[in-house]
């Protein structure tokens, strides 16, 4: 029996160019904001646009298509303005905070926390419990995560406030109580965030392996292996 095909937008090779496209934007934008020039935020973007239409492309929804084209010549057009580089002020506010919601949300009333359906799915595959403590672990996780990505994207809108001379203060004619160049926006809302949420989830998986030795996976590698193979339907209905 043949091996049934991945639905279009989640094969090997869509994985890999949504992988390239998310560690591509904080390098454009990087540049963008090195070299203050709106053709590099213009790229930075539309690569952005185009990992989030990247499943109805895929299946070959026209509507993608044309939203795809439309981004893309709206913002070689910003592209010759300040505009650009501004439209890069809002994913690391706007992002963090939807993500943020889904942790969030998952903890109403009736609902699984992001972090217990993971877990839950990673345990079933390996045939072993998960225990009432780890539940309550992995509640308090999904609520930590919550308020690490809130406090992650107030402090990048309070530098969106205080970059000069494009900040949203600024761009109002109001000088920032501290502002900050270019330069310094993009090594916090590129680098930095990257390094604060890498070094959260190294500091939880220690303490996590210290109060749940018993567990399915061996190390953190391994850890991040087994997630990506829960597959992409269950991926694409966490957040649901």
Same mark, same amino acid.
């Given at each position: 029996?043949?091996?049934?095909?991945?639905?279009?937008?989640?094969?090997?090779?869509?994985?890999?160019?949504?992988?390239?496209?998310?560690?591509?934007?904080?390098?454009?934008?990087?540049?963008?904001?090195?070299?203050?020039?709106?053709?590099?935020?213009a790229?930075a973007?539309?690569?952005?646009?185009?990992?989030?239409?990247?499943?109805?492309?895929?299946?070959?929804?026209?509507?993608?298509?044309?939203?795809?084209?439309?981004?893309?010549?709206?913002?070689?057009?910003l592209?010759?303005?300040?505009?650009?580089w501004?439209l890069l002020?809002?994913?690391?506010?706007?992002?963090?905070?939807?993500?943020?919601w889904?942790?969030?949300?998952?903890?109403?009333?009736g609902?699984?926390?992001?972090?217990?359906?993971?877990?839950?799915?990673?345990?079933?595959?390996?045939?072993?419990?998960?225990?009432?403590?780890?539940?309550?672990?992995?509640?308090?996780?999904?609520?930590?995560?919550?308020?690490?990505l809130?406090?992650?994207?107030?402090?990048?809108?309070?530098?969106?406030?205080?970059?000069?001379p494009?900040g949203?203060?600024?761009? &109002?004619?109001?000088?920032?109580?501290?502002?900050?160049?270019?330069?310094?926006?993009?090594?916090?809302?590129?680098?930095?965030?990257?390094?604060?949420?890498?070094g959260?989830?190294?500091?939880?998986?220690?303490?996590r392996?210290?109060f &749940?030795?018993?567990?399915?996976?061996?190390?953190?590698?391994?850890?991040?292996?087994q997630?990506?193979?829960?597959?992409?339907? &269950?991926?694409?209905?966490?957040?649901?």
């Amino acid at each position: 029996m043949t091996a049934a095909s991945p639905e279009p937008g989640h094969g090997p090779v869509a994985l890999a160019l949504r992988v390239i496209l998310l560690l591509a934007y904080p390098v454009l934008s990087h540049v963008a904001s090195l070299r203050n020039e709106g053709m590099w935020a213009a790229a930075a973007l539309a690569g952005l646009v185009l990992l989030c239409l990247l499943e109805p492309l895929a299946r070959r929804q026209a509507w993608a298509w044309g939203l795809l084209a439309a981004s893309c010549a709206l913002l070689w057009w910003l592209g010759g303005s300040a505009w650009a580089w501004m439209l890069l002020l809002a994913p690391p506010v706007v992002f963090p905070l939807l993500v943020a919601w889904g942790f969030a949300r998952s903890l109403l009333p009736g609902r699984i926390p992001l972090i217990t359906r993971i877990v839950q799915a990673l345990y079933s595959r390996a045939g072993m419990p998960v225990t009432a403590a780890l539940e309550r672990y992995t509640r308090r996780l999904s609520a930590a995560w919550a308020l690490v990505l809130v406090l992650l994207a107030a402090v990048n809108l309070g530098l969106a406030m205080s970059a000069v001379p494009d900040g949203l203060l600024a761009a &109002f004619g109001i000088q920032p109580w501290w502002p900050v160049t270019h330069e310094q926006w993009s090594w916090c809302a590129n680098i930095a965030d990257w390094g604060l949420i890498g070094g959260f989830f190294a500091v939880e998986y220690a303490v996590r392996s210290q109060f &749940f030795p018993q567990r399915p996976y061996r190390n953190a590698w391994d850890f991040l292996r087994q997630m990506g193979q829960l597959g992409p339907a &269950f991926w694409r209905d966490l957040l649901r």
